[in-house]
């Protein structure tokens, strides 16, 4: 079964701390990307990558780091340099013009 | 600067009319524009799409119009049915011609579709 899996599903971090957020997949797709989503904010896209060992910033790239080392993992990790990381993190792929797949979230809470 | 809209935060229906979802864009360089229907704490699901060489794509109860002049698409649903109840985003791209490209989304419409 082809898919996006997302984990974990609920993190909690404390202030100050890196947290490293897994998104995995087998869809064969070359283009992975990492958006959070706010309330009354929509999808904001913070990293992209369109192929391996390469990637580019999204438009709230500030206080978080990815890395596409192979086709099928592109992690991203909320470093402590993120003033208000307390957000829904979707991971979403795709291949040509088909449109997004997205994975099922991580909801990251600060404590 | 939101290059995708979506005014209405929130719109309510009886079940069985028709539900109206507005989106506005503002770069005139967007070429292909997509629904996505998202439940709570869940990822988005792809609904339906359209290429800015149409001005209207049908899938069962759901339609798309595309009114590049005005720079804006609905995304209709009839009849609406409580299942229906979702935040709704919209989406834009410069595809390219089947180039990768990064999707602009807007900030969401929550449908709430009454009994």
């Known amino acids: 079964d082809g898919g996006i899996t997302q984990s974990p599903k609920y993190l909690f971090r404390k202030e100050g701390q890196n947290v490293t957020l897994s998104c995995e997949q087998n869809l064969n797709h070359d283009a992975m990307y990492w958006y959070r989503q706010d309330p009354g904010q929509g999808l904001r896209l913070i990293y992209y990558?369109?192929?391996?060992?390469?990637?580019q910033k999204g438009d709230i790239a500030e206080g978080y780091s990815v890395s596409r080392e192979k086709k099928e993992s592109f992690p991203l990790t909320v470093t402590s340099a993120q003033k208000n990381p307390t957000a829904f993190y979707l991971c979403?792929?795709?291949?040509?013009?088909?449109?997004?797949?997205f994975g099922s979230g991580t909801r990251l809470t600060v404590v | 600067d939101q290059q995708v809209k979506q005014n209405s935060p929130s719109l309510s229906v009886q079940e069985g009319r028709i539900s109206i979802l507005n989106c506005d864009y503002t770069n005139s360089m967007f070429d292909y524009f997509l629904w996505y229907k998202k439940y709570p704490a869940e990822g988005p699901t792809f609904l339906i799409s359209i290429s800015s060489i149409k001005d209207k794509n049908e899938d069962g109860r759901f339609t798309v119009f595309l009114n590049k002049s005005a720079k804006h698409l609905s995304l209709h649903i009839v009849p609406s049915q409580p299942g229906d109840s979702a935040v709704y985003f919209c989406?834009?791209?410069?595809w390219g011609g089947g180039a990768t490209n990064k999707l602009i989304f807007g900030t969401g419409t929550l449908l709430a579709v009454q009994p």
């Open positions: 989406a834009a791209s410069d």
């Open positions: 979403a792929t795709s291949q040509g013009d088909y449109g997004y797949t």
């Open positions: 990558s369109q192929i391996v060992n390469d990637f």
